[in-house]
Protein backbone atom coordinates (compact mmCIF):
# COMPACT_ATOMS: atom_id res chain seq x y z
CA UNK A 1 0.00 0.00 0.00
CA UNK A 2 1.28 3.54 -1.13
CA UNK A 3 1.95 6.13 1.79
CA UNK A 4 -0.53 8.84 1.81
CA UNK A 5 0.23 12.47 1.89
CA UNK A 6 0.27 12.87 5.75
CA UNK A 7 2.47 9.89 6.41
CA UNK A 8 5.13 11.42 4.00
CA UNK A 9 4.87 15.06 5.48
CA UNK A 10 5.68 13.25 8.94
CA UNK A 11 8.13 11.06 7.81
CA UNK A 12 10.12 13.69 6.19
CA UNK A 13 9.51 15.68 9.07
CA UNK A 14 11.24 12.95 11.13
CA UNK A 15 13.75 12.18 8.64
CA UNK A 16 14.54 14.72 6.00
CA UNK A 17 17.06 12.78 4.16
CA UNK A 18 15.07 9.73 3.86
CA UNK A 19 16.14 7.86 0.30
CA UNK A 20 14.25 4.50 0.57
CA UNK A 21 12.62 3.11 -2.39
CA UNK A 22 8.92 3.73 -1.29
CA UNK A 23 9.95 7.41 0.34
CA UNK A 24 11.10 8.01 -3.42
CA UNK A 25 8.23 6.00 -5.20
CA UNK A 26 5.54 8.60 -2.98
CA UNK A 27 7.65 11.52 -3.76
CA UNK A 28 7.55 11.33 -7.23
CA UNK A 29 3.68 10.40 -7.35
CA UNK A 30 2.31 13.80 -7.22
CA UNK A 31 3.53 17.42 -7.35
CA UNK A 32 2.53 18.06 -4.05
CA UNK A 33 4.60 15.62 -2.89
CA UNK A 34 7.55 16.49 -4.29
CA UNK A 35 7.46 20.44 -3.20
CA UNK A 36 6.94 18.43 0.55
CA UNK A 37 10.26 17.20 0.07
CA UNK A 38 11.96 20.26 -1.50
CA UNK A 39 10.66 22.41 1.01
CA UNK A 40 11.99 20.06 4.29
CA UNK A 41 15.71 19.77 2.62
CA UNK A 42 15.72 23.39 2.07
CA UNK A 43 14.68 23.68 6.03
CA UNK A 44 17.21 21.03 6.57
CA UNK A 45 19.70 23.03 4.87
CA UNK A 46 18.74 26.13 7.17
CA UNK A 47 18.91 23.83 10.32
CA UNK A 48 22.60 22.56 9.65
CA UNK A 49 23.56 26.04 9.05
CA UNK A 50 21.92 27.54 12.14
CA UNK A 51 23.34 24.35 14.25
CA UNK A 52 27.11 25.12 12.81
CA UNK A 53 29.00 26.83 15.64
CA UNK A 54 32.83 27.25 15.38
CA UNK A 55 34.68 25.33 18.04
CA UNK A 56 37.42 27.82 19.72
CA UNK A 57 40.65 27.94 18.51
CA UNK A 58 43.14 25.92 20.16
CA UNK A 59 40.19 23.37 21.08
CA UNK A 60 42.17 20.42 19.30
CA UNK A 61 45.67 21.27 20.07
CA UNK A 62 44.19 20.85 24.36
CA UNK A 63 42.61 17.90 23.84
CA UNK A 64 45.93 16.49 22.00
CA UNK A 65 47.62 17.84 24.90
CA UNK A 66 45.76 15.40 27.42
CA UNK A 67 47.90 12.50 25.99
CA UNK A 68 50.41 13.87 28.47
CA UNK A 69 48.29 12.78 31.33
CA UNK A 70 48.54 9.12 32.64
CA UNK A 71 45.96 6.92 32.04
CA UNK A 72 44.40 5.58 34.68
CA UNK A 73 43.90 2.42 33.97
CA UNK A 74 47.60 1.86 33.82
CA UNK A 75 49.99 0.92 36.95
CA UNK A 76 52.01 3.69 37.56
CA UNK A 77 55.44 2.44 39.17
CA UNK A 78 57.57 4.99 39.95
CA UNK A 79 60.02 4.80 37.50
CA UNK A 80 57.13 5.39 34.94
CA UNK A 81 57.03 8.44 37.16
CA UNK A 82 60.23 9.98 36.81
CA UNK A 83 59.95 9.20 33.40
CA UNK A 84 56.78 10.87 31.95
CA UNK A 85 58.26 14.17 34.56
CA UNK A 86 61.68 13.83 31.94
CA UNK A 87 59.37 13.57 29.34
CA UNK A 88 56.71 16.29 30.27
CA UNK A 89 59.20 18.93 31.27
CA UNK A 90 60.91 18.60 27.72
CA UNK A 91 57.08 19.31 26.36
CA UNK A 92 57.03 22.35 28.15
CA UNK A 93 57.87 24.93 25.67
CA UNK A 94 57.33 23.13 22.63
CA UNK A 95 53.66 21.33 22.11
CA UNK A 96 52.06 24.03 25.16
CA UNK A 97 54.32 27.31 24.35
CA UNK A 98 51.74 29.55 23.05
CA UNK A 99 52.68 33.03 21.69
CA UNK A 100 52.07 35.69 23.98
CA UNK A 101 49.12 36.69 23.73
CA UNK A 102 48.30 38.67 26.53
CA UNK A 103 49.61 42.14 27.12
CA UNK A 104 49.91 41.58 30.76
CA UNK A 105 49.56 38.83 33.28
CA UNK A 106 46.40 40.60 35.05
CA UNK A 107 44.60 40.41 30.82
CA UNK A 108 45.67 36.87 31.16
CA UNK A 109 44.14 36.15 34.37
CA UNK A 110 40.60 37.85 33.34
CA UNK A 111 40.83 36.08 29.87
CA UNK A 112 41.76 32.98 30.86
CA UNK A 113 39.24 32.73 33.90
CA UNK A 114 36.17 34.22 31.77
CA UNK A 115 36.72 31.51 28.95
CA UNK A 116 36.16 28.50 31.25
CA UNK A 117 36.70 29.18 35.11
CA UNK A 118 33.09 29.41 36.29
CA UNK A 119 32.58 26.39 34.28
CA UNK A 120 35.26 24.57 36.19
CA UNK A 121 34.11 25.64 39.33
CA UNK A 122 30.67 24.72 38.64
CA UNK A 123 31.87 21.03 38.27
CA UNK A 124 34.88 20.53 40.69
CA UNK A 125 32.97 18.65 43.30
CA UNK A 126 34.97 15.01 43.13
CA UNK A 127 38.46 14.58 45.29
CA UNK A 128 40.89 14.54 42.71
CA UNK A 129 42.94 11.33 42.28
CA UNK A 130 45.89 12.13 44.22
CA UNK A 131 48.38 10.69 41.20
CA UNK A 132 47.25 12.99 38.78
CA UNK A 133 47.86 15.84 41.02
CA UNK A 134 51.85 14.39 41.34
CA UNK A 135 51.76 13.63 37.75
CA UNK A 136 50.71 17.27 36.98
CA UNK A 137 52.60 19.30 39.57
CA UNK A 138 55.78 17.03 38.86
CA UNK A 139 55.58 17.92 35.14
CA UNK A 140 55.41 21.46 35.76
CA UNK A 141 59.03 21.24 37.74
CA UNK A 142 56.62 20.99 41.20
CA UNK A 143 54.99 19.62 43.91
CA UNK A 144 52.20 20.49 45.91
CA UNK A 145 51.40 19.42 49.42
CA UNK A 146 48.76 16.98 51.59
CA UNK A 147 47.31 20.24 53.01
CA UNK A 148 46.32 22.10 49.21
CA UNK A 149 46.51 18.88 47.38
CA UNK A 150 43.69 17.26 50.09
CA UNK A 151 41.32 19.70 49.22
CA UNK A 152 41.59 19.99 45.36
CA UNK A 153 38.52 19.31 43.66
CA UNK A 154 39.82 19.79 40.25
CA UNK A 155 42.91 20.05 38.04
CA UNK A 156 44.40 20.19 34.41
CA UNK A 157 46.99 21.59 32.65
CA UNK A 158 46.37 25.02 31.15
CA UNK A 159 47.61 27.65 28.73
CA UNK A 160 50.04 29.95 30.75
CA UNK A 161 51.95 33.57 29.32
CA UNK A 162 54.98 31.68 29.39
CA UNK A 163 54.25 28.40 28.63
CA UNK A 164 52.30 25.13 30.50
CA UNK A 165 50.43 25.83 33.91
CA UNK A 166 47.84 24.39 35.94
CA UNK A 167 44.28 25.59 36.59
CA UNK A 168 43.09 23.91 39.94
CA UNK A 169 39.78 24.23 42.03
CA UNK A 170 40.42 24.21 45.69
CA UNK A 171 37.36 23.02 48.22
CA UNK A 172 37.52 25.83 51.27
CA UNK A 173 35.27 27.25 53.77
CA UNK A 174 34.37 29.79 52.09
CA UNK A 175 33.58 27.68 49.33
CA UNK A 176 35.61 26.84 45.95
CA UNK A 177 38.25 29.18 44.91
CA UNK A 178 40.39 28.75 41.89
CA UNK A 179 44.10 28.69 41.80
CA UNK A 180 46.00 29.06 38.31
CA UNK A 181 49.61 27.89 38.24
CA UNK A 182 52.13 29.67 36.03
CA UNK A 183 55.58 28.05 36.65
CA UNK A 184 57.32 30.18 34.48
CA UNK A 185 55.49 33.74 34.82
CA UNK A 186 56.91 36.57 37.12
CA UNK A 187 54.11 38.53 39.27
CA UNK A 188 54.22 41.20 41.79
CA UNK A 189 53.78 39.74 44.54
CA UNK A 190 50.81 40.35 46.62
CA UNK A 191 49.06 42.56 43.93
CA UNK A 192 44.92 41.65 43.73
CA UNK A 193 42.93 42.87 40.47
CA UNK A 194 39.42 42.41 39.67
CA UNK A 195 37.52 41.50 36.93
CA UNK A 196 33.77 40.43 35.63
CA UNK A 197 33.24 40.34 39.69
CA UNK A 198 35.33 38.70 40.56
CA UNK A 199 39.53 39.12 42.71
CA UNK A 200 42.95 37.77 41.81
CA UNK A 201 45.83 38.01 44.15
CA UNK A 202 48.85 37.15 42.58
CA UNK A 203 51.49 35.41 44.50
CA UNK A 204 54.92 35.11 43.83
CA UNK A 205 57.00 31.71 44.31
CA UNK A 206 60.36 30.60 44.29
CA UNK A 207 60.01 29.80 40.86
CA UNK A 208 57.23 31.28 38.49
CA UNK A 209 53.77 32.21 40.46
CA UNK A 210 50.30 31.65 41.44
CA UNK A 211 47.32 33.70 41.25
CA UNK A 212 44.54 32.81 43.68
CA UNK A 213 41.17 33.27 41.96
CA UNK A 214 37.63 34.21 43.80
CA UNK A 215 34.47 36.27 44.03
CA UNK A 216 34.90 39.59 45.95
CA UNK A 217 32.85 38.40 48.81
CA UNK A 218 36.20 35.66 49.16
CA UNK A 219 38.96 36.52 51.22
CA UNK A 220 41.17 35.03 49.01
CA UNK A 221 44.35 35.72 51.18
CA UNK A 222 43.23 33.19 53.39
CA UNK A 223 44.43 30.74 51.39
CA UNK A 224 47.73 32.02 50.38
CA UNK A 225 49.46 30.47 53.01
CA UNK A 226 48.57 27.47 52.08
CA UNK A 227 49.51 27.80 49.17
CA UNK A 228 53.03 28.73 49.73
CA UNK A 229 53.91 26.28 51.73
CA UNK A 230 52.44 23.57 49.83
CA UNK A 231 53.74 24.29 46.17
CA UNK A 232 57.36 23.21 45.76
CA UNK A 233 58.88 24.76 42.43
CA UNK A 234 61.65 24.42 40.69
CA UNK A 235 62.81 20.69 41.85
CA UNK A 236 64.78 19.65 39.22
CA UNK A 237 66.34 23.20 38.29
CA UNK A 238 64.95 23.04 35.16
CA UNK B 1 55.78 1.64 16.71
CA UNK B 2 55.01 1.25 20.29
CA UNK B 3 51.87 0.71 22.11
CA UNK B 4 52.23 4.05 23.67
CA UNK B 5 52.61 5.77 20.29
CA UNK B 6 49.59 3.74 18.63
CA UNK B 7 47.60 4.56 21.91
CA UNK B 8 48.23 8.15 21.15
CA UNK B 9 47.27 7.72 17.40
CA UNK B 10 44.41 6.22 18.12
CA UNK B 11 43.70 9.26 20.25
CA UNK B 12 44.26 11.97 18.37
CA UNK B 13 42.50 10.32 15.52
CA UNK B 14 39.25 10.14 17.46
CA UNK B 15 40.10 13.50 18.63
CA UNK B 16 40.58 15.02 14.73
CA UNK B 17 37.29 13.28 13.44
CA UNK B 18 35.03 14.39 16.67
CA UNK B 19 35.90 17.07 18.65
CA UNK B 20 34.32 19.49 16.18
CA UNK B 21 30.93 17.70 16.65
CA UNK B 22 31.54 17.01 20.10
CA UNK B 23 31.74 21.03 20.58
CA UNK B 24 28.52 21.66 18.53
CA UNK B 25 27.04 19.11 20.24
CA UNK B 26 27.43 20.10 23.58
CA UNK B 27 26.91 24.05 23.04
CA UNK B 28 23.34 23.16 22.14
CA UNK B 29 22.64 21.18 24.59
CA UNK B 30 23.69 23.05 27.85
CA UNK B 31 23.99 26.49 25.44
CA UNK B 32 27.44 27.85 27.57
CA UNK B 33 29.83 27.78 25.59
CA UNK B 34 32.85 27.94 28.24
CA UNK B 35 30.92 24.78 29.55
CA UNK B 36 31.05 23.38 26.05
CA UNK B 37 34.80 23.57 25.77
CA UNK B 38 35.09 22.00 29.38
CA UNK B 39 32.42 19.19 28.66
CA UNK B 40 34.51 18.31 25.73
CA UNK B 41 37.60 18.35 26.79
CA UNK B 42 36.36 16.54 29.90
CA UNK B 43 35.10 13.88 27.54
CA UNK B 44 38.19 13.07 25.58
CA UNK B 45 40.43 13.23 29.08
CA UNK B 46 38.14 10.27 30.38
CA UNK B 47 38.47 8.62 26.35
CA UNK B 48 42.16 8.82 26.33
CA UNK B 49 41.75 7.15 30.05
CA UNK B 50 40.06 4.20 28.51
CA UNK B 51 41.03 4.53 25.00
CA UNK B 52 41.57 0.68 25.82
CA UNK B 53 38.46 0.11 26.12
CA UNK B 54 36.97 0.81 23.13
CA UNK B 55 37.83 -2.14 20.42
CA UNK B 56 35.89 -1.41 17.84
CA UNK B 57 36.93 2.02 15.64
CA UNK B 58 33.09 2.38 14.43
CA UNK B 59 31.56 2.36 17.67
CA UNK B 60 33.98 5.19 18.72
CA UNK B 61 31.36 8.12 17.40
CA UNK B 62 28.42 7.01 20.04
CA UNK B 63 31.05 5.89 22.48
CA UNK B 64 32.11 9.69 22.93
CA UNK B 65 28.75 11.50 22.79
CA UNK B 66 27.92 8.61 25.60
CA UNK B 67 30.94 10.23 27.75
CA UNK B 68 29.90 13.77 27.00
CA UNK B 69 25.79 12.91 27.74
CA UNK B 70 27.15 11.35 31.34
CA UNK B 71 29.31 14.34 32.01
CA UNK B 72 27.16 17.02 31.24
CA UNK B 73 24.06 14.83 33.48
CA UNK B 74 26.69 15.18 35.99
CA UNK B 75 27.43 18.93 35.01
CA UNK B 76 23.95 19.65 35.34
CA UNK B 77 22.82 17.93 38.08
CA UNK B 78 25.12 19.86 40.38
CA UNK B 79 24.60 23.68 39.01
CA UNK B 80 22.29 24.92 35.95
CA UNK B 81 24.69 26.42 33.55
CA UNK B 82 24.33 30.26 32.79
CA UNK B 83 22.65 30.65 29.53
CA UNK B 84 25.28 32.28 26.85
CA UNK B 85 24.18 34.91 24.69
CA UNK B 86 23.92 32.91 20.49
CA UNK B 87 25.07 35.77 19.71
CA UNK B 88 28.27 35.80 21.52
CA UNK B 89 29.50 32.49 20.04
CA UNK B 90 31.47 32.36 17.33
CA UNK B 91 29.14 31.06 14.74
CA UNK B 92 30.51 30.34 10.94
CA UNK B 93 28.38 32.48 9.23
CA UNK B 94 27.88 32.96 5.43
CA UNK B 95 28.61 36.89 4.08
CA UNK B 96 26.30 36.56 1.55
CA UNK B 97 22.88 35.64 3.37
CA UNK B 98 20.09 38.11 2.67
CA UNK B 99 18.88 39.91 5.98
CA UNK B 100 15.68 38.50 6.15
CA UNK B 101 17.76 35.17 5.95
CA UNK B 102 20.17 36.27 8.49
CA UNK B 103 16.75 37.19 10.38
CA UNK B 104 15.56 33.36 9.77
CA UNK B 105 18.73 32.07 11.48
CA UNK B 106 18.53 33.91 14.30
CA UNK B 107 15.28 32.61 15.29
CA UNK B 108 15.96 29.31 14.17
CA UNK B 109 19.33 29.64 16.96
CA UNK B 110 16.77 30.80 19.59
CA UNK B 111 14.68 27.90 18.59
CA UNK B 112 16.48 25.18 19.56
CA UNK B 113 17.99 26.98 22.53
CA UNK B 114 14.58 26.99 23.98
CA UNK B 115 13.28 23.39 22.83
CA UNK B 116 12.86 20.84 25.85
CA UNK B 117 15.66 18.32 26.00
CA UNK B 118 13.41 15.70 24.37
CA UNK B 119 13.05 17.19 21.48
CA UNK B 120 16.84 18.76 21.00
CA UNK B 121 18.58 15.93 22.04
CA UNK B 122 17.27 13.47 18.90
CA UNK B 123 17.48 16.35 16.45
CA UNK B 124 20.95 16.93 17.40
CA UNK B 125 22.23 13.73 16.97
CA UNK B 126 20.34 13.64 14.00
CA UNK B 127 21.37 17.06 12.12
CA UNK B 128 24.96 17.29 14.12
CA UNK B 129 26.50 13.79 13.96
CA UNK B 130 24.26 12.57 10.90
CA UNK B 131 22.90 9.93 13.10
CA UNK B 132 19.99 7.49 11.72
CA UNK B 133 16.51 7.64 13.77
CA UNK B 134 17.99 3.45 14.33
CA UNK B 135 21.06 4.80 15.66
CA UNK B 136 19.42 7.92 18.05
CA UNK B 137 16.60 5.36 18.78
CA UNK B 138 20.20 2.88 20.45
CA UNK B 139 21.95 6.15 21.88
CA UNK B 140 18.84 7.43 23.62
CA UNK B 141 17.53 4.22 24.96
CA UNK B 142 13.80 4.96 23.28
CA UNK B 143 12.15 2.96 20.72
CA UNK B 144 12.49 4.19 17.13
CA UNK B 145 8.65 5.59 16.47
CA UNK B 146 9.34 7.93 19.43
CA UNK B 147 12.74 8.96 17.92
CA UNK B 148 10.35 9.74 14.84
CA UNK B 149 7.99 12.04 16.77
CA UNK B 150 10.08 13.59 18.29
CA UNK B 151 12.21 14.76 15.67
CA UNK B 152 8.96 15.60 13.52
CA UNK B 153 7.82 17.65 16.64
CA UNK B 154 11.39 19.50 17.11
CA UNK B 155 11.00 20.85 13.25
CA UNK B 156 7.51 21.29 13.99
CA UNK B 157 8.20 23.40 17.19
CA UNK B 158 10.92 25.38 15.13
CA UNK B 159 9.02 26.43 11.82
CA UNK B 160 6.16 27.48 13.93
CA UNK B 161 9.03 29.71 16.61
CA UNK B 162 9.88 31.32 13.49
CA UNK B 163 6.79 31.85 12.08
CA UNK B 164 5.47 33.61 15.30
CA UNK B 165 8.53 35.52 15.84
CA UNK B 166 8.66 36.50 12.26
CA UNK B 167 5.00 37.93 11.52
CA UNK B 168 5.00 39.26 15.59
CA UNK B 169 8.82 40.74 15.18
CA UNK B 170 10.10 38.92 17.99
CA UNK B 171 13.39 39.37 16.46
CA UNK B 172 14.53 42.34 17.29
CA UNK B 173 14.32 41.76 20.78
CA UNK B 174 17.36 38.85 19.76
CA UNK B 175 20.00 41.72 18.60
Avoid at chain 1, 96 to 117: C, F, I, R, T
Avoid at chain 2, 81 to 95: G, L
Avoid at chain 2, 127 to 144: A, D, M, N, T, Y
Amino acid sequence: MSMNFSEFKKLLGADPWNRDPETLRARNSAPEFEAVAVDAEAFEEKLQAALNVQPPSGLLNDIKGITQQPAQSRNWMPLALAASVLIAIGAVGMAWKQSNQWDSVEEYLADHYSHDGPGLVARATDTVDEQLVIQIMASLDASMGQQLAGNLKFIKFCPTPEGRGAHMVVSTDQGPMTIIFMPKTQVTDGTVITFDQMQALMVSLEHGSAAIIGTQTQTIESLEAVLRESIKTGLVGA
Amino acid sequence: MTNDTERTRRFNELAEAYSTDLYRYAMWICSNDALAKDLVQETFLRAWRALDSLKDVGAAKSWLITILRREYARTFERKVPKFTDVDKVVIVEDDELEPDERTERVLLRQGIMKLEPKYRDPLLLQVVFGHSCSEISEQLGISKSAVMTQLFRAREKLKTQIQKDGVTGNVHELF
